[in-house]
């Protein structure tokens, strides 16, 4: 679990008025059994020549430099930001950046923000490496701007919902945590059902003593809504139950799927071994 520490989330780098968040804990994924596995398959398939290749050019392993990444935003389209933590060779990516036609280097008090992308195909984006482990990425240098500012501790950071925190605590080394404010995303989703119902979902993907762990935790507006979601989940499961017989994976992943309510908040808890996972998708 020491390996994976690094790359907790960081509620300081996090803006006050976020809708959403998703963290990456990469160092956990490579301590995990199925990260294990799943980066090894990667480097099997004719992929350790494409690797060396672009390690060649940038100067770093993308599956070993980046330690993990908080993204997080307000709903809005072209309103997000990535902070990234890793161990990359800054200096050399930069050069390799320079080489883009459209390079442009920009500054936020005494940090550079480097641009790069064709502004006319709506593929332009901007870094700026804050600090040697530390870098910034966003769809505008205002955003990067305030992406900087809460790195160095000069922004207003989130108050970290209670959903989120507990999270990551769903298993022993969780890699993948999300939350998001459904209610105030409303106007983003087009699902009317989700609107209906949903006030607020956290969700957690890691692995604990070699099973892969989801879990979905969804604060519904109020105990009805949590009633009618609850009766919409078994209802799939029960739906999925009458073709087990005809398919065996069908019963094994329904074996590990659990759906508990309390009051107005919905829980689904589904676990499967690692080994029986792979067994399951692996053609």
Known sequence: ??????????????????????????????????????????????????????????GFDPLTAIHGATMFGTGEEDDGIIVMKHKADNAKLLAFMKLDEHYRKTEHGKHEIHGVGDRSDGERGYISFVNDTTAVLAPSRELVGVGIDLVN???????????????????????????????????????????????????????????????????????????????????????????????PEVKDILKGLKVTRNEANVSVHFSVGVDKLFELIDP
């Open 153 to 247: 501790g000069k922004g207003a950071a989130i108050k970290v919902p209670s959903s989120l925190q507990s999270a990551g605590k769903k298993t022993k080394n969780a890699f993948l945590v999300a939350y998001a404010n459904v209610e105030d995303l409303k106007d983003y989703i087009d699902n009317e059902s989700v609107n209906k119902m949903a006030k607020r979902a956290a969700l957690s993907l890691g692995e604990s003593d070699e099973k892969l762990i989801l879990s979905i935790s969804v604060d519904a507006l109020d105990t009805d809504a949590a009633e009618n979601m609850e009766t919409m989940v078994n209802g799939l499961i029960g739906f999925a139950k009458l073709s087990q017989d005809e398919n």
């Open 1 to 58: 679990l020491a390996t994976g520490q690094a790359a907790k989330i960081d509620k300081a780098n996090i803006s006050k008025d976020t809708k959403f968040v998703v963290h990456l804990d990469l160092d956990a994924f490579r301590a995990s059994k199925i990260g294990i596995t799943l980066l090894e398959k990667i480097r099997e398939d004719e992929g350790r020549e494409k690797l060396d290749a672009l390690v060649e050019i940038i």
